[in-house]
């Protein structure tokens, strides 16, 4: 080890030469090299009592009527820190923030990207589409004529230049492009008279990657529903425009999803009213004519022994009504829907949980099958595979609906041979009561249910309004000012560290080999 050391001490100026190279490789690093900020922004996903997440929406909102199109739904925040990641919200993203095109201009031996106040002009490319890219150097003047040239489209190179003026449309090899004047045009050119710009449009899918690696999604906390969302660019103000357009989408579509179904349970309970409605008006008819015509306005005194004997029998038969009811109005809904795609009605009785169970999975299945051939085609096989899982379930969910009618089919002639037992014990009531009973109870049977329809199509309205997000922002996008990449210190000191490394380990390299072969002699 003395050896080594004396050695060292012998040949400092190798450690003063090394450690100078170093420092200045790292001094021309941080000069090349563009800095990079960070923003991080928290939300915090609610829970049942605030209305889900937009996966959990879908799965579960099928829950209807016992809190319609998302009451009650717990929110899985794994799967929503999977949307918040997915390709379709980040490509929304690039759309919505113009990110396929990038403006790069040297600061020195820095080339640096253009962005809001230091970009002059945007470019489009009318006829390129979204799996095509190109690049072109712009050499831009302060009295608003350019020359475009270098350009190449794909794979192809064009040696042309191209004059023109901001705010028109010039022909190029690469087609038509269309160069606009920000408002920062004057204040980019106050300083000089050029300024050489190179322009490049990605393609859209390529940029949508390049984004979601410059995103970092997670939870806060795994004993939290709180997800923090992390953007590192090359611009602090865009990686915050990056992040809120992000929450903005998502919201939009958890909307969208949770909305498709409320609508459709919302027509379902419509067309059902306007059945009701009829049958309602035309009982309403048939009583007041009966009791004009044998002038009987008050016969509920008459009657009120048989009313008190009937109570439990009214209240059996309406609860059992209702329910036949609306199981057999379903099952026909859930023939008619079919092949159609469309999400199904909840199952209106929430007794029936296997039913309610059933549907919901079919739905949650349906929105997938259905988001998943939007992003990609009908004929896809996963979309076909889940279509064939459709029609499964589909099938199961009638033959549940056609056991659950029958049971109450029994339950219904159990009940009216109660009925009808009690009618003979009361044989001897008025002949024009015991004939206007059997209408004006199947008139509240009927209105028994319109209520309770009217009833929920409110709670189906007021979820809407009181469950309008699924999110709060608990921390908008935030970050300190200096980048977090690179850091000149670090930087300076790991060069300096390094430039003193290299000739120690020459050194002791060299030392041990001479060691190794005299021992060998």
Same mark, same amino acid.
């Given at each position: 080890?003395?050896?080594?050391?004396?050695?060292?001490?012998?040949?400092?100026?190798?450690?003063?030469?090394?450690a100078c190279l170093t420092i200045i490789g790292a001094i021309?690093?941080?000069?090349?090299?563009?800095?990079?900020?960070?923003?991080?922004?928290?939300?915090? &996903?609610?829970?049942?009592?605030?209305?889900?997440?937009?996966?959990?929406?879908?799965?579960?909102?099928?829950?209807?009527?016992?809190?319609?199109?998302?009451?009650?739904?717990?929110?899985?925040?794994?799967? *929503?820190?999977?949307?918040? @990641?997915?390709?379709?919200?980040?490509?929304? &993203?690039?759309?919505?923030?113009?990110?396929?095109? =990038?403006?790069?201009?040297?600061?020195?031996?820095?080339?640096?990207?253009?962005?809001?106040?230091?970009?002059?002009?945007?470019?489009?490319?009318? +006829?390129?589409?979204?799996?095509? %890219?190109?690049?072109?150097?712009?050499?831009?003047?302060?009295?608003?004529?350019?020359?475009?040239?270098?350009?190449?489209?794909?794979?192809?190179?064009?040696?042309?230049?191209?004059?023109? %003026?901001?705010?028109?449309?010039?022909?190029?090899?690469?087609?038509?492009? @269309?160069?606009?004047?920000?408002? @920062?045009? #004057?204040?980019?050119?106050?300083? *000089?008279?050029?300024?050489?710009?190179?322009?490049?449009?990605? !393609?859209?899918?390529?940029?949508?990657?390049?984004?979601?690696?410059?995103?970092?999604?997670?939870?806060?906390?795994?004993?939290?529903?709180?997800?923090?969302?992390?953007?590192?660019?090359?611009?602090?103000?865009r990686a915050e425009k990056i992040i809120n357009t992000l929450?903005?989408?998502?919201?939009?579509?958890?909307?969208?999803?949770?909305?498709?179904?409320? $609508?459709?349970?919302?027509?379902?309970?419509?067309?059902?009213?306007?059945?009701?409605?009829?049958?309602?008006?035309?009982? $309403?008819?048939?009583?007041?004519?009966?009791?004009?015509?044998?002038?009987?306005?008050?016969?509920?005194?008459?009657?009120?022994?048989?009313?008190?004997?009937?109570?439990?029998?009214?209240?059996?038969?309406? %609860?059992?009504? #209702?329910?036949?009811?609306?199981?057999?109005?379903?099952?026909?809904?859930?023939?008619?829907?079919?092949?159609?795609?469309? &999400?199904? /009605?909840?199952?209106?009785?929430?007794?029936?949980?296997?039913?309610?169970?059933?549907?919901?999975?079919? #739905?949650?299945?349906?929105?997938? =099958?259905?988001?998943?051939?939007?992003?990609?085609?009908?004929?896809? /096989?996963? &979309?076909?595979?889940?279509?064939?899982?459709?029609?499964?379930? !589909?099938?199961?969910?009638?033959?549940?609906?056609?056991?659950?009618?029958?049971?109450? !089919?029994?339950?219904?002639?159990?009940?009216? =041979?109660?009925?009808?037992?009690?009618?003979?014990?009361?044989?001897?009531?008025?002949?024009?009561?015991?004939?206007?009973?059997?209408?004006?109870?199947?008139?509240?049977?009927?209105?028994?249910?319109?209520?309770?329809?009217?009833?929920? !199509?409110?709670?189906?309205?007021?979820?809407?309004?009181?469950?309008?997000?699924?999110?709060?922002?608990?921390?908008?996008?935030?970050?300190?000012?200096?980048?977090?990449?690179? %850091? +000149?210190?670090?930087?300076?000191?790991?060069?300096?560290?390094?430039?003193?490394?290299?000739?120690?380990?020459?050194?002791?390299?060299?030392?041990?080999?001479? =060691?190794?072969?005299? *021992?060998?002699?």
């Open positions: 080890m003395s050896s080594f050391l004396k050695t060292c001490i012998q040949q400092w100026k190798w450690f003063v030469g090394t021309l690093f941080l000069l090349v090299v563009v800095p990079k900020y960070e923003r991080t922004a928290t939300v915090l &996903v609610k829970d049942e009592n605030g209305g889900g997440g937009l996966l959990s929406s879908m799965a579960s909102n099928m829950g209807m009527l016992a809190g319609m199109a998302g009451l009650n739904i717990t929110s899985n925040v794994e799967n *929503e820190i999977q949307i918040f @990641s997915s390709p379709f919200l980040m490509q929304e &993203v690039v759309n919505r923030l113009e990110l396929g095109t =990038r403006y790069e201009s040297y600061d020195g031996l820095m080339k640096k990207e253009l962005y809001e106040e230091t970009l002059p002009i945007k470019v489009t490319f009318p +006829k390129l589409t979204d799996k095509e %890219k190109a690049c072109m150097k712009m050499d831009l003047r302060k009295d608003g004529t350019y020359t475009l040239y270098k350009f190449r489209k794909n794979n192809d190179k064009y040696d042309s230049e191209v004059q023109g %003026k901001v705010n028109t449309v010039c022909q190029t090899p690469v087609g038509p492009v @269309s160069v606009i004047a920000t408002k @920062s045009f #004057n204040a980019c050119l106050s300083n *000089e008279d050029e300024m050489t710009i190179h322009i490049s449009k990605d !393609r859209k899918y390529d940029r949508v990657e390049k984004l979601m690696k410059q995103i970092d999604i997670d939870l806060a906390d795994e004993q939290t529903s709180i997800i923090s969302i992390t953007c590192k660019d090359v611009s602090g103000e929450i903005q989408v998502y919201q939009e579509e958890w909307m969208k999803d949770k909305q498709s179904t409320a $609508d459709a349970s919302t027509r379902f309970i419509n067309e059902r009213i306007k059945h009701i409605e009829t049958e309602l008006s035309g009982l $309403d008819n048939n009583i007041a004519q009966f009791k004009g015509k044998n002038q009987i306005p008050d016969y509920e005194a008459a009657a009120k022994m048989y009313m008190e004997n009937a109570a439990l029998t009214y209240e059996a038969q309406v %609860k059992v009504n #209702n329910q036949l009811y609306m199981m057999e109005q379903m099952r026909d809904q859930v023939r008619k829907e079919e092949g159609t795609n469309q &999400v199904l /009605p909840a199952n209106l009785l929430p007794d029936n949980e296997n039913v309610a169970i059933q549907i919901g999975e079919y #739905n949650k299945l349906q929105l997938q =099958r259905n988001s998943m051939a939007e992003n990609s085609s009908p004929n896809n /096989p996963l &979309v076909k595979d889940l279509d064939a899982q459709l029609g499964s379930m !589909r099938k199961a969910i009638i033959n549940s609906l056609d056991q659950a009618v029958a049971q109450l !089919r029994a339950s219904q002639k159990g009940i009216n =041979r109660e009925d009808q037992k009690l009618k003979q014990q009361i044989s001897v009531a008025p002949e024009k009561v015991t004939k206007i009973m059997p209408a004006e109870r199947q008139h509240k049977i009927v209105e028994a249910l319109y209520i309770y329809l009217l009833e929920k !199509r409110e709670e189906n309205n007021l979820t809407q309004v009181y469950n309008a997000q699924n999110l709060r922002i608990v921390s908008p996008p935030m970050g300190k000012l200096k980048p977090v990449f690179p %850091k +000149k210190a670090t930087t300076l000191i790991l060069a300096m560290l390094l430039g003193l490394a290299l000739p120690a380990l020459f050194i002791y390299i060299r030392q041990n080999v001479r =060691r190794i072969l005299a *021992e060998e002699e």
